[in-house]
């Protein structure tokens, strides 16, 4: 089986603009998290996905939105981007919504804010 | 509120030589616990985790790691450490009870030096 894969890879853009990132899951999986890694705050949760609605959100601004379409497959959304939000942004994907579920994460994106 | 320490946040230690990472957590609830592998320019891989039943849990690549509930610990060991496990380890815990978003410990970076 294909992993989980994430596009762009890398991504760099000015202050004030608005990204979109993708994540596609493991094939039959259906719940899409994503984290943002920053080298002073370290992983944190954003948001959680299952059957395209939003089940679980991190104390993140109104910027960070996502959504999740019919076949899994993920986007997120940072608006009025500032240079704070440069990060890795990860993406993972589980078979199910159980807390024990293994979550496969993806290689993520790097978003660089200038 | 849920938090996990990771104490050192870097390890150096010898090629053959007991690799020790240390995790403690502190949750409201029966936690569930796991640990996280990051190479450099990777996304992140499991080792292992807990979730109930057996307190010593083993892993991919010789690791292992026993559930503590006295100590509130969960601390990570590999009996002889090869170059290959040079990379940054989380410790991270999810609350369960429907609420999947994992939180991380700040992370180890583990040298293993020849």
């Known amino acids: 089986k294909a992993g989980v894969t994430q596009t762009p890879r890398y991504l760099i853009k000015t202050r004030g603009q608005q990204v979109t990132l993708s994540c596609s899951p493991i094939?039959?999986?259906?719940?899409v998290s994503w984290y943002q890694q920053t080298p002073g705050q370290g992983l944190q949760f954003l948001f959680e996905?299952?059957?395209?609605?939003?089940?679980n959100k991190g104390n993140f601004p109104g910027r960070f939105s996502g959504r999740q379409f019919s076949n899994s497959r993920s986007e997120m959304n940072v608006s009025t981007l500032e240079l704070g939000d440069s990060a890795l942004y990860l993406c993972?994907?589980?078979?199910?919504?159980?807390?024990?579920?293994?979550?496969?994460f993806g290689p993520g994106t790097r978003l660089t804010v200038l | 509120a849920q938090s996990v320490t990771q104490l050192g946040s870097h390890v150096s230690v010898s090629e053959g030589a007991l690799v020790l990472l240390r995790c403690n957590y502190s949750?409201?609830?029966?936690?569930?616990l796991f640990w996280y592998v990051q190479y450099p320019n990777q996304g992140l891989q499991l080792l292992l985790k807990?979730?109930?039943?057996?307190?010593l849990v083993k892993g991919i690549n010789g690791f292992e790691a026993e559930f503590k509930k006295s100590e509130t610990s969960f601390h990570l060991t590999k009996p002889s450490a090869h170059m290959s496990d040079a990379a940054e380890y989380f410790c991270?815990?999810?609350?369960?009870?429907?609420?999947?978003?994992?939180?991380f410990g700040s992370g180890t970076r583990l040298q293993v030096q020849p």
């Open positions: 993972a994907s589980s078979p199910g919504t159980g807390p024990s579920n293994e979550q496969f």
């Open positions: 094939s039959g999986h259906r719940s």
């Open positions: 996905y299952f059957s395209e609605t939003q089940r």
């Open positions: 949750s409201s609830v029966p936690p569930y």
């Open positions: 807990y979730t109930t039943g057996a307190t």
């Open positions: 991270a815990v999810s609350e369960g009870s429907g609420r999947r978003a994992l939180t």
